[in-house]
């Protein structure tokens, strides 16, 4: 009976600590993704008449591999069609007087709509209320 309960005993704290050793892995493969998640910040402008008017000037931190579009519907009123902006903080584009929103990134004129753009560490965006013409 004694030679049972040693067994017993033995074969319980086997279980038991093979059950931490699976819980701290788990815990360090945890921490470890969360250490991978990188941050990039990005500044973001928004004006009209090519700067003539500004309406707002942030600096945004956001997840790597974050959209342009994501990183404007978190942070403003925005209302979008096809991954293009058309409306921001209430100014939506107006095609009788030929205005709309134009953006840049770093100074260059966007070449994909701002679903498409993932937004890098450092990025300058100016989203400018203007004319077309």
Not at 55 to 65: H, R
Request: net charge negative; with cysteine.
């Amino acid at each position: 009976m004694k030679k049972w309960n040693t067994v017993l005993t033995a074969m319980i704290l086997a279980v038991a600590v093979l059950a931490g050793c699976g819980t701290q892995e788990e815990k360090e493969t945890s921490a470890t993704q969360e250490e991978q998640v990188q941050e990039v910040t990005v500044q973001v402008q928004l004006s009209k008449n090519d700067g003539e008017e500004m309406m707002a000037e942030d600096e945004i931190t956001v997840e790597e591999g974050t959209t342009l579009m994501e990183v404007m519907e978190d942070n403003y009123e925005v209302e979008q069609s096809e991954g293009f902006i058309n409306s921001i903080e209430g100014v939506a584009g107006n095609q009788e007087e030929k205005m709309a929103w134009m953006y840049t990134i770093n100074g260059e004129e966007a070449m994909v709509g701002a679903n498409e753009y993932e937004v890098e560490d450092g990025d300058e965006i100016v989203f400018d209320y203007q004319s077309w013409e």
